[in-house]
C-alpha cells in the first residue's frame, strides 16, 4: 500500500496558478501510474492526468490539455500538478492516486486538497 500526502491547494483567481504536489511513501515507486483525479460538487470524478512514472509517459483530460502539466521527482518520491489559466469551472477537490502498471484501476489515494477559483 502507498500512502499520498497532497498539498498546494487554496484559492486562486480565474487566469491564475496553482501547483499541487503529492508525496508518496512507497521508497522504490517503480512501475506505477501517479493520476490526479478531481470532484467539484454534485458531480462525479472525473479523471484530470497521469504519469507513468518510470518512464514519464503523460496523459491528460481534453479540458485541462494545454493548461496544466504533470511532472514528478523521482529523487523526492513527489509527483506534480501545475495548473495554470485557472478557470471557475476547475474548482473541485482535487486527489492524486497511484496504481501500478498492472492494476485495472487506482488502488492508493490520497486525502483531497480543496482547489478554488473566483473573483
Known amino acids: 500500500q502507498v500512502q499520498l500526502v497532497e498539498s498546494g491547494g487554496g484559492v486562486v483567481q480565474p487566469g491564475g496558478s496553482l501547483r499541487l504536489s503529492c508525496a508518496a511513501s512507497k521508497r522504490t515507486f517503480s512501475n506505477y501510474f501517479m493520476g490526479w483525479f478531481r470532484q467539484a460538487p454534485g458531480k462525479e470524478r472525473e479523471f484530470v492526468s497521469s504519469?507513468?512514472?518510470?518512464?514519464?509517459?503523460?496523459y491528460y483530460a481534453e479540458s485541462v490539455k494545454g493548461r496544466f502539466a504533470i511532472s514528478r521527482d523521482k529523487t523526492k518520491n513527489t509527483g506534480y500538478l501545475q495548473m495554470t489559466n485557472l478557470k471557475p469551472e476547475d474548482t473541485a477537490v482535487y486527489y492524486c492516486a497511484s496504481r501500478t502498471t498492472t492494476d485495472n484501476e487506482y488502488v492508493d489515494w490520497g486525502q483531497g486538497t480543496q482547489v478554488t477559483v473566483s473573483s
Open positions: 504519469i507513468d512514472w518510470t518512464y514519464g509517459n503523460t
